[in-house]
Nanobody, 115 residues
Framework: QVQLVESGGGLVQTGGSLRLSCAAS????????MGWYRQAPGKQRELVAD???????NYADSVKGRFTISRDNAKNTVDLQMNSLKPEDTAVYYC?????????WGQGTQVTVSS
C-alpha cells in the first residue's frame, strides 16, 4: 500500500510563503501524475497543481504565477512552493499520486493565511 505523507503546512501572513512537501513510501517514477489538491471548509476539494511523469504541469487559475510544483523521482517527493499567499488559500492541502487508474491520497496538511 502506497503511503503519502505531507508536511510543511502552517500559519503565515498574507503575502508570505510556504513550501509543502509530499513524501512517498515507494518509488514515484511509475506514477503517471503527482499533484496537490486543497479543500477549504464548506467547499469541495479542488486541484491546485499537478505534474505528469513527463514533467507537464497544470495549475489552477487561482494559483498561476504564485505556486510552483516540483517532482523529484530520485527522492520520491513532490513539493509545492507557495508564494504571495492570500487568505483564500487557506485550506487543508492534500497530496495525490495516480498510479494507472488508482489514486492514493495523503492525510493532508493545514495551511492558514491570516489577513
Amino acid at each position: 500500500q502506497v503511503q503519502l505523507v505531507e508536511s510543511g503546512g502552517g500559519l503565515v501572513q498574507t503575502g508570505g510563503s510556504l513550501r509543502l512537501s509530499c513524501a512517498a513510501s515507494e518509488n514515484i517514477f511509475g506514477f503517471n501524475v503527482m499533484g496537490w489538491y486543497r479543500q477549504a471548509p464548506g467547499k469541495q476539494r479542488e486541484l491546485v497543481a499537478d505534474m505528469t511523469s513527463g514533467s507537464t504541469t497544470n495549475y489552477a487559475d487561482s494559483v498561476k504565477g504564485r505556486f510552483t510544483i516540483s517532482r523529484d523521482n530520485a527522492k520520491n517527493t513532490v513539493d509545492l512552493q507557495m508564494n504571495s499567499l492570500k487568505p483564500e488559500d487557506t485550506a487543508v492541502y492534500y497530496c495525490k499520486g495516480s498510479l494507472g487508474l488508482v489514486g492514493y491520497w495523503g492525510q493532508g496538511t493545514q495551511v492558514t493565511v491570516s489577513s
